[in-house]
């Protein structure tokens, strides 16, 4: 439990990264612009998402500096193009203290996204537009009120498009959003948003990955060890694994993130339902 002395740097060259792309796609034809979004800017965009989601457990500074970690995640969020990061600190730690916790983890789809989408081609859709329904179920499920990092990492963000769109013009800023979009929704890589907690056998709601997406994911697939020690950062999870097989090694796990988006959409067992939903007691305090 320390944080990842690389984690800063990884992100630095991420971000510059896509600065470099917005700098390259001005003159890029709309179709070829649009497939190196989802090509190259949504693998990088979706690998900053899981940046900040280690950097909201201070894995970049550590607990001593956690406003450094606030921060840090508002310069990662930078690339994808709407404020994220400080709204997803906000919540994230309900999903950890209240795993499928009613009205409390907006991981959890709502009713109505389980009724509505429940074949093939609705799940497929659901799918495609995964960015937009975990940014609107917070407000639906559990509204929370602003607070100031929030309206900083907006203004934050909306300085940094509207300095990118005066510099380099539209194609820029369309490729960024983009590459977010794209990246977020019917990605290969999206496929841990359905790997982790749906309920691909009875009994069981949280599952690890350990293929080779964990090397551009921050090892994000080594999800029920993240669980047991949030506080573990990333690059440390596979030695959780490495020095306690006993807990691990024998639980059911997925080999590809390819696979459990086709399982989901093609198995009629699986949807928006199959999660496991419980009552919790509110911590004392909150």
């Known amino acids: 439990m320390r944080p990842d002395p690389r984690l800063k740097w990884t992100v630095l060259g991420l971000v510059l990264a896509q600065l470099l792309a917005c700098w390259l796609v001005r003159g890029l034809a709309w179709r070829w612009l649009l497939f190196w979004a989802y090509a190259f800017g949504g693998c990088v965009n979706h690998s900053l998402t899981l940046a900040i989601h280690d950097i909201s457990h201070n894995a970049a ?41 009613d009205g ?27 960015p937009l329904f975990y940014a609107l179920r917070p407000l639906c499920v559990n509204p929370k009120a602003l607070t100031r990092m929030e309206v900083f990492n907006a203004l934050v963000q909306l300085a940094a ?7 380099w013009g539209l194609k820029p800023m369309v490729y960024l959003l983009a590459s977010t979009l794209l990246g977020l929704g019917l990605h290969p890589i999206s496929g841990h948003f359905v790997a982790e907690h749906y ?21 994000v697939g080594y999800h029920m060890e993240h669980h047991d020690f949030p506080s573990i950062p990333g690059c440390n999870l596979p030695l959780v694994r490495k020095i306690a097989p006993e807990y691990y090694d024998h639980l059911p796990q997925h080999h590809s993130w390819v696979k459990v988006l086709w399982d989901f959409v093609f ?15 509110l911590a004392d305090g909150l």
């Open 267 to 281: 198995e009629d067992s699986l949807g928006p339902y199959a999660r496991v939903k419980r009552v919790c007691k």
């Open 199 to 219: 309920m691909f056998l009875k009994g069981h709601e949280t599952y690890s990955y350990y293929g080779p997406l964990n090397w551009i994911t921050f090892n």
């Open 161 to 167: 498009d509207a300095a990118i769109f005066t510099l």
């Open 104 to 130: 409390l983890d907006v991981d959890v789809p709502t009713r109505l996204e389980g009724w509505l989408f429940c074949t093939p081609a609705r799940k497929l859709l659901w799918l495609a537009l995964q």
């Open 61 to 101: 500074f550590g607990t001593a500096r956690a406003a450094h970690n606030r921060w840090f995640a508002i310069f990662a969020n930078l690339p994808v193009g709407m404020p994220y990061a400080a709204s997803f600190k906000k919540y994230h730690v309900d999903h950890h203290r209240y795993l499928g916790g």
